[in-house]
Nanobody, 123 residues
């Protein structure tokens, strides 16, 4: 069982920056994906950024150019750097992981989830 522990988040003004981190433990395979999802109030879940142990990343159009995702050298901590924040970035953010190659990373059916951390951006 993979365990994910998130940290970071909080409140920030529009145009500011926040950083989220997610520490993973319990992997039993070397090929997997880690991603950040978010769910806004009365909104649908959105996968905003994805990183894989193969060194690939992807971003939702809504955050391209503003968010960055990194997987550390140990490939157990994924960080989401959020810049130029907008009020519409306000959401509960979840770290998620699944085993598999890159094409599986782009499927939203992730197996393991963190508890979530709130991000609130005020105008």
């Amino acid at each position: 069982q993979v365990r994910l522990v998130e940290s970071g988040g909080g409140s920030e003004q529009s145009g500011g920056s926040l950083r989220l981190s997610c520490a993973a433990s319990g992997y039993t395979d070397n090929t997997y994906c880690m991603a950040w999802f978010r769910r806004a109030p009365r909104g649908e879940r959105e996968r905003v950024a994805t990183a894989s142990t193969e060194g690939l990343t992807s971003f939702a159009d809504s955050v391209k150019g503003r968010f960055a995702i990194t997987l550390d050298n140990a490939k157990t901590t994924v960080t989401l750097q959020m810049n130029s924040l907008k009020p519409e970035d306000t959401a509960m953010y979840f770290c998620a992981a699944r085993y598999g190659n890159w094409w599986r990373c782009l499927d939203d059916d992730y197996s393991f989830w963190g508890q979530g951390t709130q991000v609130t951006v005020s105008s």
